[in-house]
């Protein structure tokens, strides 16, 4: 898997790129989380839509973030337009508390015109 | 209808075989014409069932994951089993969102996930003995073709 990076303000933008399961999400958490308290950001996207495979495990990182962002304040939303993982971001429930959109533009405007 | 088929597979316990295991099992399956949805649900169970192997059955320590599957008409079936050290409470590790090892970030989904993507679940555990995990699918590709 690879994961691209992007501070853009508070926000810090994560891009998956590959297949996200039990063996890829540990060194992602490392990467993200880092990055997030190194540089004292609140906000994160996670940009899915290069994702070709992801499980339960992605469920377990992107909770995890979810509740780091919670912490600080922050808001934390996912960019996808991939239907399967929307499939399993929905059986999870996740999307009930975190917003999907299907660009980084949405995203980013979609928190500012809240 | 395709022939009855039946493939073994066995794998160190190791996080790398998680990937491996489950495009095995999905270039198997792709004889039965799946869809892409369908082809994605067998890959995500079997990541599940594998992932569960090495976090819980074995606890990272090193031990075989055998993963056989069977397909048979428009049916697949897909085992997966461990010796490691099996689960206490097979009722309460399948509720959702529960997880023995929630420092390590775990959703507490995987059952979940088998349950909704597959037909088919049965879950057979021995404390000290292991695990079997037996879970089973039916494509609907072939018989709308058919």
Redo the contacts between chains.
Sequence with gaps: MRLSTNIVKDYLIVAFEG?L???T??EA?MKIDSLYYDNNLSNMILDLRKLN?M???G???I??RYRNCKERQGDISIVNTN??VER?LR??GLLKIINMYSNIEEAIDGKRGE | MVEKNHMRLEILSK??N??FA?VVVAAFASQLDPT??EL?DI??AV??AV?NA??HGYEYNEGIVIIESTIEGNRIEIVVEDKGKGIDDIKKAMEPFYTSKPD???????F??ME?FMDELIVESQLGNGTRVKMAKVFHSLVDKE
């Design positions: 297949e399961d039990h063996h999400t540990e958490r495979f499980d339960s495990s469920i377990g990182l909770m995890g239907p399967s399993i059986m999870s | 996080s790398t998680e990937s489950r892409i949805e994605s890959k995500t990541s599940e992932t090495i976090i390590l970030e775990r959703s507490g989904m995987g979940t996930v909704t």
